[in-house]
Structure formats: C-alpha cells, structure tokens
C-alpha cells in the first residue's frame, strides 16, 4: 500500500450531516480523493439546505437568494467544475424601499440626495460628518457599528427597520460582529466612489461584495448546483441518505471510531460507522446528541444559542414588469415583509410561462409565533395584501402561490453568542477530535455559501492532511485569510501530525 493508500486507510469513511452547500462540498471533495463518505440529509427531497430550489407546478424559486459570486477563485473555480454549462451571468439589483419610494443599493448620492430633498440629505450629511468626527470606540452592536460607517441619519433611514424584522430584536442587542461580517468593507465613503466610478460589470478583483455589479447564478436555481455535487459525489461511490434525521453520534476515543444512529421517515433506525464526523447541523441539536455526554456547562452554552427562522410565500402572478430588482428590502414597519424578491429577475428559467411573474414575499419570525404558526390560505392572504399595499400588484393579477417555511435559517448573533459557542467549540475540539463543524450552523456564523464551501474546502484538507493546518473558524472573520488567498498559500511550512491511529473501517449501513 503506497503512502497516499496509507494516509486514506488512516482516515477512515467520512460521516457528513447536512447535505447544504457545506456539507455536499465536503463530500464531493472526499469522495475526489476517494475516501468514502456518507451524507445524512434530514429533507426527503431536496438537497442544498437553505440554497435549494423549491419547485411548484414548474415554477422555481430560492429560499432567500443566492448569489455565486466569491472573491475565493478556488470556490468560483469549484462552482465551474461542478456546473460547467448551467451558469448565466446576471446583472445585479436591489433597492431599498422606504417612505413609498424605491432608492438604488448601494446608495447613489445624487438620487438620494433628489428623493431625500435637501433637508433631509443635508441632516445625513451632517450625521455622518459628525460620526467621523466623534465614533464609537469598539462598537460592540449593530446600531453603533453601522452609525460609525454610514452616520446615526442614515442608519435610521436604510438599516434599522429592515433590520429589526430579521432579527425580531432592536438593534443595540445585536453584536456588531453580525454587522462586520454582512456589511464587511463598506462605508458610506465606498458607496459613494462607487456610484461615481464603477468597477466594470462581473470584475471580481478588490470589491466589497455588496458593492459587486453582476454575478453567476444556475439557470434553474441554486438548488441545480448542490444536485449535480449529489450526483457526482454519488457516482464516486459516495451514499446520500435522504430523508434521515441523525438520533445519537456514539464516539469510541480507544478505537478512535464513531458510531451514528438515524432514522427515515418510516422511523426505520439505520446505524452508520466511520472514522471522521463532518457536521453542518445545529451546535444546538448537535450538543444532545453526542455519547459520551458533553458537560453540562456545554449543554446549556448550546441550549442558550437562538436562531431566526424565515418563511417565504412564493405569490405567482401576471407580470406587469413593477420593477426588474433581482430584490427589494422592504424599510416600511407598515408592513410585515422584509424583503421582495423577483425570480425572474435571478433567471427567466425559473418561470416557465413569460406572462407571468414570481415574487417571493420574505417573512422573519421564529418557529411557533403567529407568524409561523399562520395557516397557508392566511400567510398567501398577507402577502396578497401586502404587495397591493406596497404598490407592487394589484389583487386580481395573482393568481396562485405557495408557503415554505424554513427553521434555523439564520444564527443570532446576541450578546452573549460568542462565549456560547467558544464554550462548545473548545470541548468538542478536545473530547471529540476527530468531529469537525463546518457552515452556517455548523458553526453559528451566519456566513454566505462561499464562506460555508470555504469551511468545507479547508476541513477536507485538515482530513487529507491528518491534522489541523487551517483554523476553520478565521473563514469569514479575517477577509484576507480566503478572499484575496488560496487556501494552498495558507499551509504552514511544518510537518502535519495526524490525528492519531483511526480505525479504519468500512462504510457500511445498518438496517
């Protein structure tokens, strides 16, 4: 057996919970270096997690929007590869909604200055002026983060209502961290050079993401992309359990070996074993799971952990062409929608009858209040009322439409998240060695999908490699360790230790 054989005996099959953009990357590169995996995917239907594609009678539509776009070329070159044919290049739009009229984003000085009027736009340059002058030293929440950059004027007028929907909190109680990670690079001063000197479309270069002009996006939604890296990691010889809710994660630290208990639909209990773990579920459910036990300080750090949950009412209608935005951030607390977005506008694909048009009326609430608990028939109603209200379609022109709700699609980022999940995050790494957390919820960052494949790209490397090179948990908080770097410039010029004897065992399945 050559060392390459050796070093993937070492590994051991490769358990991987969640099949969203995190973990189907992860797999799809294992199974590339032919280390067997096991994908355990909750939703009977669909992968791709919160970057499916849902379908209803032939129209598509994203479960919040997704944009390909990464200042990462191996995650661009990743998107290519698995999708060399199906990708447009769509110019990209979005405005903000506020005081009935709709104003560009980022913010173009001479249209807010006109829609604005003088007083106002003099009272937000001043603002800004005087939050140069006089910052917040170490924004600890949001309001002060984003007054720093943009002034306090601005910041009531195009971030806190929007804001507070999301996150059904005020602004001063969440961390700024969220704000440095979604708005990462941008102030007023960049939006302005912006507006005045434009980068040329699709240029990926140094650009602020929320300042790009055009991006990729998959011709039949983002959910095609995630089901070409399910078929090809399953044409590698890899297993996708669909339908599969994870019980009980039992780890041997003797054998080094795991031990994880699912079941289907059916209630049908299926036990799978394996070398490494890779998950991208919940810290919150993947705390209870774990035998032996974590402690209980580490249980109720996990328990204390929140998320935001979303649902989208998915309004078909006829298209009268009310505005191209691929979406609109909805700044009018008149309203419960957040956000409007605009299929067509993301890939004409997705609509299958070119009279007409699909929004998708984007609501945030948290699993089991009223908004969540609204039957279909009453959310549909709302968002009916809610597009006549705003001035985007007038009741008789819909004329069908459907709900999806979606749990734990959104992080919080409290006060005291960051404690919480360092809490978690250092037993796990020190009891559970070899259990690696990647994504979204994986890790309680609330990050793009980029990021999320970037968590997975460097933890399948930590896998091959035997040891931990890359500190996973920089992606998204340091820019500069994967945005302006491959993640190859990143190794240490040290000898990698492996993880120690793991038992390598078959993949096998347990019925």
Same mark, same amino acid.
């Given at each position: 057996?050559?060392?390459?054989?050796?070093?993937?005996?070492?590994?051991?099959?490769?358990?991987?919970?969640?099949?969203?953009?995190?973990?189907?990357?992860?797999?799809?590169?294992?199974?590339?270096?032919?280390?067997?995996?096991?994908?355990?995917?909750?939703?009977?239907?669909?992968?791709?997690?919160?970057?499916?594609?849902?379908?209803?009678?032939?129209?598509?539509?994203?479960?919040?929007?997704?944009?390909?776009?990464?200042?990462?070329?191996?995650?661009?070159?990743?998107?290519?590869?698995?999708?060399?044919?199906?990708?447009?290049?769509?110019?990209?739009?979005?405005?903000?909604?506020?005081?009935?009229?709709?104003?560009?984003?980022?913010?173009?000085?001479?249209?807010?200055?006109?829609?604005?009027?003088?007083?106002?736009?003099?009272?937000?340059?001043?603002?800004?002026?005087?939050?140069?002058?006089?910052?917040?030293?170490?924004?600890?929440?949001?309001?002060?983060?984003?007054?720093?950059?943009?002034?306090?004027?601005?910041?009531?007028?195009?971030?806190?209502?929007?804001?507070?929907? *999301?996150?059904?909190? +005020?602004? %001063?109680?969440? /961390?700024?961290? !969220?704000?440095?990670?979604?708005?990462?690079?941008?102030?007023? #001063?960049?939006?302005?050079?912006?507006?005045?000197?434009?980068?040329?479309?699709?240029?990926?270069?140094?650009?602020?993401?929320?300042?790009?002009?055009?991006?990729?996006?998959?011709?039949?939604?983002?959910?095609?992309?995630?089901?070409?890296?399910?078929?090809?990691?399953?044409?590698?010889?890899?297993?996708?359990?669909?339908?599969?809710?994870?019980?009980?994660?039992?780890?041997?630290?003797?054998?080094?070996?795991?031990?994880?208990?699912?079941?289907?639909?059916?209630?049908?209990?299926?036990?799978?074993?394996?070398?490494?773990?890779?998950?991208?579920?919940?810290?919150?459910?993947?705390?209870?799971?774990?035998?032996?036990?974590?402690?209980?300080?580490?249980?109720?750090?996990?328990?204390?952990?929140?998320?935001?949950?979303?649902?989208?009412?998915? *309004?078909?209608?006829? +298209?009268? %062409?009310?505005? /191209?935005?691929? !979406?609109?951030?909805?700044?009018?607390?008149?309203?419960?929608? #957040?956000?409007?977005?605009?299929?067509?506008?993301?890939?004409?694909?997705?609509?299958?009858?070119?009279?007409?048009?699909?929004?998708?009326?984007?609501?945030?609430?948290?699993?089991?209040?009223?908004?969540?608990?609204?039957?279909?028939?009453?959310?549909?109603?709302?968002?009916?009322?809610?597009?006549?209200?705003?001035?985007?379609?007038?009741?008789?022109?819909?004329?069908?439409?459907?709900?999806?709700?979606?749990?734990?699609?959104?992080?919080?980022?409290?006060?005291?998240?960051?404690?919480?999940?360092?809490?978690?995050?250092?037993?796990?790494?020190?009891?559970?060695?070899?259990?690696?957390?990647?994504?979204?919820?994986?890790?309680?960052?609330?990050?793009?999908?980029?990021?999320?494949?970037?968590?997975?790209?460097?933890?399948?490397?930590?896998? *091959?490699?035997?040891?931990?090179?890359?500190?996973?948990?920089?992606?998204?908080?340091?820019?500069?360790?994967?945005?302006?770097?491959?993640?190859?410039?990143?190794?240490?010029?040290?000898?990698?230790?492996?993880?120690?004897?793991?038992?390598?065992?078959?993949?096998?399945?347990?019925?």
């Amino acid at each position: 057996m050559d060392e390459q054989e050796v070093g993937k005996a070492a590994v051991g099959p490769v358990v991987i919970i969640g099949a969203g953009p995190a973990g189907l990357t992860a797999a799809y590169l294992l199974s590339k270096q032919g280390i067997p995996v096991t994908v355990i995917e909750a939703d009977s239907q669909y992968v791709g997690g919160i970057s499916r594609t849902v379908k209803y009678k032939d129209f598509l539509f994203d479960i919040g929007g997704h944009r390909f776009f990464s200042k990462s070329q191996e995650v661009e070159d990743l998107w290519s590869e698995l999708l060399p044919d199906d990708m447009l290049e769509r110019p990209r739009s979005s405005r903000i909604f506020y005081n009935k009229q709709l104003f560009s984003y980022p913010l173009k000085p001479l249209e807010a200055l006109r829609k604005l009027g003088l007083i106002e736009s003099l009272r937000c340059v001043l603002s800004y002026g005087q939050s140069r002058l006089f910052p917040v030293h170490s924004p600890a929440n949001f309001e002060d983060w984003v007054s720093n950059q943009f002034g306090r004027r601005l910041f009531g007028i195009f971030f806190k209502t929007y804001t507070e929907k *999301v996150w059904g909190m +005020d602004c %001063k109680e969440i /961390s700024a961290d !969220w704000a440095a990670q979604r708005i990462q690079g941008l102030s007023l #001063g960049k939006a302005i050079s912006h507006a005045l000197f434009p980068r040329k479309a699709g240029g990926r270069g140094e650009v602020v993401k929320t300042l790009i002009n055009s991006f990729r996006y998959p011709r039949k939604g983002p959910g095609m992309m995630w089901e070409a890296a399910a078929r090809k990691t399953q044409e590698m010889g890899g297993t996708i359990l669909m339908g599969h809710t994870v019980n009980a994660l039992s780890y041997d630290a003797e054998q080094r070996h795991w031990t994880i208990n699912c079941r289907d639909k059916s209630g049908t209990l299926s036990t799978v074993e394996a070398g490494q773990v890779i998950s991208s579920t919940p810290l919150r459910l993947l705390a209870g799971w774990l035998s032996p036990g974590v402690s209980e300080e580490t249980l109720q750090a996990a328990q204390a952990l929140h998320y935001r949950d979303f649902l989208v009412v998915a *309004v078909i209608l006829k +298209d009268k %062409k009310q505005f /191209s935005d691929n !979406w609109i951030y909805i700044h009018d607390p008149s309203v419960k929608v #957040g956000r409007i977005q605009n299929f067509k506008s993301w890939s004409p694909e997705m609509i299958p009858d070119s009279t007409k048009v699909c929004y998708g009326m984007e609501y945030f609430c948290f699993e089991g209040d009223g908004l969540w608990s609204s039957s279909d028939a009453d959310l549909l109603s709302l968002a009916k009322s809610e597009l006549s209200q705003l001035g985007f379609a007038a009741p008789e022109d819909i004329s069908d439409g459907c709900v999806v709700r979606q749990p734990k699609a959104y992080p919080i980022y409290d006060a005291d998240y960051a404690a919480h999940v360092d809490t978690v995050r250092l037993e796990l790494e020190k009891s559970f060695p070899p259990l690696h957390l990647i994504g979204r919820n994986g890790m309680h960052k609330y990050n793009n999908q980029d990021h999320a494949m970037m968590t997975a790209m460097l933890t399948v490397k930590n896998i *091959v490699a035997g040891s931990r090179i890359f500190n996973v948990w920089n992606v998204n908080q340091d820019a500069e360790y994967h945005e302006t770097q491959t993640a190859s410039e990143l190794i240490p010029q040290t000898e990698p230790k492996l993880f120690g004897s793991v038992r390598a065992v078959p993949t096998r399945v347990k019925t």
